[in-house]
């Protein structure tokens, strides 16, 4: 939607906020009204997306406290829009932006000063900074609960893959406590700490490193998602990419299903206690666009982040030269971790607009 | 956007028609004035979508000759919204949705079932089709032209993977002129040999393929993309996620580039004739959600086709029993191929939409 | 809604056409299934537009035999869009406007041809025609059966005033039967003759007349509307004035209420048979932007054509010189008593998209 | 736009708040980079709204300090969201509603409780009071300094009609400075005092009055406005609608024009100083839905304020019965002097909104 800082067709998030602006929040019009929430259930959710509270991320301070300042009344949310927010602390000292001519590699920095037109125009850097997808955690929070309290779904976002090192299992319900017990948010214990340590090296080396994050939902009815154009999948897809550094996503068998003949790939269909459902999912719960009933599955590829302390070949676009880059400070060797929670929020986001969309939510609960 | 058949915020293409109306067609709307356009080609581009014209796909004929009904005069656009349509055939026998109730594996029979509410609803079978992909090649025939003429940008959607047989060598702009050369649309005449064995293999055993098309489009200018919700990538893939059988996207080095190590990962700027440029481009093309001068590379991953000619346990949902079913008639063993076109169109619709936004095209040529 | 040839948030109309192109008509996006429906009954509505059936009208011959060519199935309403055209006579003649560069007063030439920035750029003549509200007459016809089968509302737009001269009574639900019982659209037939004589007056003085369109409709259900931005009021007005010549609207009271005391214009509630029913309706059946159940009323103004045979001071856009300009060919002297069929499908259109964003009507019947 | 809250295509404003929550503000997204703001200009402009400030408004102490809290740095705009927002005052006395069953005539009580379907659902009080203007006050007096500085554009609106006395000269760009040197905002010293005491005679008489704002906005560039259905009155009047007690709106001659012939509304083309001018202005401006350069002049009817001490006949919903209601409390006797800056944003942010769509105003300055 135009012009690009709001998401959403009848649950609508508009986030607001850079580095330099005196805070970040979001306004989420189009929640029902009734729902019960208050600032401690959304700030649960922002810390876990906090930087500094472990080490194997950067040391940063984000404060990060949450105020809801409309749209919930005596602890109920009045059906009004919703605006949330965190103020930033003071950024005076962080003007480097307008001294940084050298280009940073797999950084926005080159479009954005060619789109935006300025060397010191800020924008380039407030806007694109991972901070803001704070906003899309004190939206989704929301979502979520909604979900949950209306419709019984749950979503588990969750770290399977870092670097080549990958999940042994596979997920399942009883598993999903374990998400958040370690700092990788991987459910496996053992597979957990083999990534913490390849984190921990990659750090120690000035590099930086990816990773999949899968996502389950489960509990969803049927019949969410608008085809043609605005499809479950095709929803889901244009919420995820907004995350800095996801650069692929995949249903179900994916990229692996291609390569599988139809009688191998389809789903068949059986009963169960009165109930019709698929002996597997490789459709990841969307046929044609709409949900089955089947838990939604996805895996969201994110590359490994870009700010790395070792040189980097570059250019200078003052002087279009080439130049030697190296980026100061401390940075996140591995940005995946940190997103379990983004991907939650814009899963619940999409869901909940397209429950709202089919009337299986109502405006009022 | 609501309620689901359009798409696009200034160049926007609204999808009509079903199986059982009298034609499919679109609208577009927001093209600039002064393109010189006409019914061939457009024609040209949708034959190359449709089945029946080679040995590996149903010989099911489908007409599909072209009608521009507005916005066109005297062999140019005016700026007025451009209709275009085919007209069906007489479908009058196309009488067998109503008396299936055995849900088709793969297909969204069920949930659009559901969704739809009705078990003689033709809207399920209608707008499900493979065949409103004629549609979005029509405005996507628009939309190359238009980026063609003004920004000199080409798009080369391709068969890269049928099941497990890849492409040996990287595309380069030089085989684009072999993509169209053979019936699996790969510019590789070694590896399509191989891939049409495959097919007509899985087809004479009633069994299906899917497969990957790699899609790369060249002379992007700087700049396109909204962020934070309308990145380039947000809207590539919402489009890309209307096509029947679509179940992965990714962009530049995608999942691969997952596992891989930021200092591996980066794509390095350097000066090149005067330009800046990547060394290598692990990004696609986008960085930040705005294109950056590079080629934008996605691959997209389609699953094996759902309508097979073995037997397939399954419910039969009128008394919610397991049943047997059998697809008669005979499909396509892998649309892959088909889809070539319809993946060069919606690129070229998004992009520009894009260029559009930006004012990079102007509303009049 | 951007670009501008579509209306409507879940009931959308995209109209496309012009005087040049091979036909005009309307796509019609998020109907709902099940809904009864053929071309005779657009048709119906349809004629009541055309001109040439009367002597105070242009005896220009229109044609205008519609086609339903997608989104009904055996006179049902599929759910998917429903497209609907006309085609245009051979324009091949119609080259007038190549050679016209004196502006004529009143109409759109002057700021089209500044917006489009070509003398020559049909798009101006063709977009801008009174002819192109059939488009919305087919989508409207549509949406008023919608609303009389699944709600009971009944609109009724008349003729209430033609230059100086008003209808007497206040219009009440026995005279609807008489609106088109006169070329004029007045339900009061003493009134209507003397319309008539002042129209064929001002025709044979080479003038012409404007007038006011009043609108009544019952049985509309309590709480439609979306505040703040979305209110009942916003969304009529917005497509209201989208018929050309349209230059003021009022619901209720209106202008005249302005002037009242606030004990004179407030509605008093009451009890009738059980049902809340205020005394008088002043509000014109919106409070709030929502409406009350009350009938929803309103007037709108329509400026004088401006097409007329006399003699005008100009200027030519090509030397930029003062010119003198007679506007040749047969004009409509006024344009009011066509337009009732077009603020009838408005009106529906508007309301019907209300109904569904609050559920009050299902999007399958 | 869904859900209501949000208005605009490429300039978008979203109004958040109600009297209950803890803020009113907005979020202004899609304005240019590098316009000079601060708060002292916004907060000067929302003066001018607020009550208590003469004698003849409710002497209610509303606060209203107004801080900037995203989307300018340094001064200057970044072309992010720029949220601005107020806080409330203590509300928590404010409990009345939960108590009020008695319907208030001419106020939205009764359609929101049907609609939100609640009696102590706060939405409706907080969420339809004449406070939340103060929203469309924020963005609007950006959209104003931006066009001002862009194109040097002026907008003037004043009150032109109280009840039924009226301004006795037509207006002309010297009274500009005279519109706030009166608490009526008339600029015409005279007619104002008139005004003024029928105002406090109304309020003595615990009764109220409504009047009509004149609104002229001179230096539009031609061009702007897109047909067909966001023409530049559609927009207009979409956004005024959104200020209580609106119930009418003309351009132009209006209603008045309705009852001209042809030839004396139509305004004459004429060359001025090089110019392409009209030598009378009953278009108001708008020709086609398009500004044509000359001065865009709208009326804004507004019905008498419905809060009035005097006693009125009305139904308790709790019981269904007939009931007399008396409105306690100090209430505004006129809201019109108010709503002139309420008038200038919302022309402000429509006419900069359309600037940006047609690339009038680019999106860095």
């Not at 986030?15 to 600032?39: K, M, N, Q, T």
């Not at 949900?291 to 002087?319: E, H, L, W, Y």
């Amino acid at each position: 939607m135009l012009p690009g800082s709001s998401i959403g067709q009848r649950l609508v998030l508009t986030s607001f906020g850079e580095s330099h602006g005196r805070s970040i929040g979001a306004v989420l019009d189009g929640c029902p009204a009734g729902l019960e929430i208050d600032e401690k259930e959304i700030q649960e959710m922002l810390d876990l997306r906090k930087p500094g509270q472990n080490i194997i991320s950067t040391q940063r301070k984000e404060g990060d406290v949450v105020e809801i300042v409309s749209g919930v009344f005596r602890g109920f949310t009045t059906g009004a829009p919703i605006t949330m927010l965190i103020w930033n602390a003071d950024q005076k000292s962080k003007d480097y932006e307008n001294l940084k001519t050298k280009l940073r590699p797999g950084h926005s920095d080159y479009p954005a000063m060619m789109k935006y037109n300025q060397f010191n125009d800020h924008r380039g850097g407030g806007r694109f900074s991972g901070r803001l997808t704070a906003t899309h955690v004190m939206g989704g929070a929301i979502a979520r609960k909604l979900l949950k309290k209306t419709l019984g779904i749950k979503i588990n976002s969750f770290t399977t893959q870092i670097g080549k090192i990958k999940m042994e299992k596979e997920f399942n319900e009883k598993m999903s406590k374990l998400i958040y017990k370690n700092e990788v948010r991987c459910p496996e214990e053992k597979t957990a700490k083999k990534m913490r340590e390849s984190i921990l090296d990659a750090k120690k080396k000035g590099d930086s490193l990816g990773g999949i994050i899968e996502s389950i939902s489960t509990n969803v009815p049927v019949g969410l998602g608008e085809p043609i154009f605005s499809s479950l999948e095709s929803d889901l897809s244009k919420a995820i990419f907004s995350i800095p550094s996801v650069k692929g996503i995949e249903f179900g068998s994916g990229f692996r299903g291609s390569e599988l003949f139809g009688s191998e790939n389809n789903d068949l269909y059986a009963m169960k206690r009165g109930k019709i459902v698929t002996k597997t999912n490789n459709s990841g719960g969307i046929l044609g666009g709409i949900s089955n009933g089947m838990p939604i599955t996805m895996r969201i590829a994110f590359k490994p982040a870009s700010s790395i302390a070792q040189k980097q070949d570059t250019v200078d676009i003052k002087n279009k030269k080439d130049a030697i880059l190296q980026v100061k400070g401390r940075h996140d060797p591995c940005v995946v971790p940190r997103a379990a929670p983004v991907v939650d929020s814009l899963v619940a986001l999409t869901i909940a607009d397209h429950a709202l969309i089919t009337g299986t939510i109502k405006p009022s609960l």
